[in-house]
């Protein structure tokens, strides 16, 4: 899915550069930048970064041990199941699967999509990542420049000058081709 958002990015640049024309084709600054270089540059990233590896460490020791105590609980019942009587090992059962819903209910909490984890990077790290996008927006503004690469992550985008969106006149086009007015 990446490659083929990258392709279809790569494509559009291709098709802009290709519309616009030769003259101001050559007229157009690019540049690229490595983000991975950067953000390994700065030591507020590398703290944040490391704060994020601690609490994962620590949260997953949490969850490893709810479910080393659930399997021991499942080996004591498995043990004693055959002298129990059935209200016993109704109950017994109860517990064993009340305590696994709990391990995986904190599994998903902490790990989950949106998660202490995620929720974390996003309060440590996104403060960074909004540092370095206005650093390369003012750099290519002050620089003139069209389009800025992040090498890091093959063929992203990160920075257009507005001025080159031909969004516009590319549904003009459409429209006028297919009979159809924008509105």
């Known amino acids: 899915m990446k490659t ?20 101001n084709t050559f007229a157009q600054k690019f540049a690229y930048v490595d983000s991975d270089y950067i953000l390994k540059s700065i030591p507020e990233y590398q703290n944040a970064q490391n704060e994020i590896d601690e609490l994962s460490k620590t949260w997953q020791a949490e969850i490893e041990a709810m479910f080393t105590q659930v399997e021991q609980m499942y080996k004591a019942y498995q043990a004693d199941a055959v002298l129990l009587p059935e209200d016993l090992k109704k109950k017994r059962e109860d517990e064993i699967i009340k305590t696994e819903r709990e391990a995986k209910e904190l599994q998903r909490k ?25 650093a390369i927006e003012e750099i290519a503004t002050k620089q ?34 297919m009979g159809v007015r924008k509105q």
């Open 4 to 23: 083929l958002k990258i392709t279809i990015r790569v494509l559009i640049i291709t098709i802009t550069l290709s519309l616009t024309g030769f003259t």
């Open 110 to 134: 902490r790990f989950g999509q949106d998660g202490d984890l995620f929720k974390k990077r996003q309060e440590l790290i996104k403060p960074i990542q909004e540092k370095i996008f206005n």
């Open 144 to 177: 003139n420049y069209a389009f800025i690469f992040d090498k890091a992550s093959g063929p992203t985008i990160m920075y257009i000058n507005a001025r080159y969106n031909i969004s516009d006149e590319v549904l003009d086009q459409i429209g006028s081709i």
